[in-house]
């Protein structure tokens, strides 16, 4: 019987309510962009890229099916992850924080031995935040990012943590003016949402708790 699970790591919710100014004016002005962000482009190929490499993932799992089924929107999603990954980037730096290959793979190894091992690891990223397992070291950075934003602002396990980041957050994103190609959807600066996806795995906490074990492992 399977049981639920928690996922690997709950991300801050400090982007549920920041990113007002981000705009979702996609136009022609960039072809074959799927979005800029910061003046910067993400090419439509490097988003079937990842969504590629999620899809190849998903059909060797037992969940094959399920997994498909449950991520028809894999392109937006994939597109999602890295407009999000950007504002996490930018907010972090303007707090002046990073995160070090040493400790990504530090997280990993940590995260690994919590899951019960890297085959486990690899299996809830991908069931639980359609991640492929050459793309978990991106998620586990970003993760880190947020943790330590949390703790430079005061934010971590605070009464008013999820302001303090939605303010940190909303700050970056006003400095990156979004523009998101039509192809993908609009963008929706108050609910941080690209046309009706919003990632799951975004929930309201500070806290990162410990990774369950995926059912069936």
């Given at each position: ?142 993760d880190i990012l ?39 959807g609009s963008w ?30």
């Amino acid at each position: 019987m399977h049981r639920r699970r928690r996922t690997v790591i709950t991300v801050s919710a400090a982007l549920l309510a920041a990113a007002p100014l981000l705009t979702a004016c996609g136009n022609q002005a960039h072809p074959g962009a799927a979005a800029v962000v910061g003046g910067e482009r993400i090419e439509v190929s490097a988003v079937q890229a990842k969504v590629k490499d999620v899809r190849a993932a998903q059909q060797s799992s037992p969940q094959s099916a399920q997994l498909i089924k449950d991520s028809g929107q894999l392109s937006r999603a994939k597109l999602y992850d890295l407009i999000v990954g950007r504002v996490i980037e930018r907010a972090a730096d303007d707090a002046g924080v990073a995160a070090t290959r040493k400790e990504v793979a530090d997280g990993r190894v940590v995260l690994a031995q919590q899951a019960g091992g890297e085959q486990q690891l690899t299996a809830v990223y991908l069931q639980q935040r359609g991640v492929a397992p050459g793309q978990v070291d991106e998620a586990v950075r970003r993760d880190i990012l947020v943790g330590k934003l949390a703790e430079s602002i005061g934010a971590a396990n605070s009464p008013d943590g999820q302001q303090r980041l939605n303010a940190a957050f909303t700050a970056a994103a006003k400095t990156l003016d979004i523009d998101v190609n039509p192809r993908f959807g609009s963008w929706n600066d108050q609910k941080l949402e690209l046309g009706d996806y919003k990632a799951p795995w975004i929930t309201q906490v500070t806290k990162q708790p410990p990774p369950a074990e995926p059912s069936g492992a």
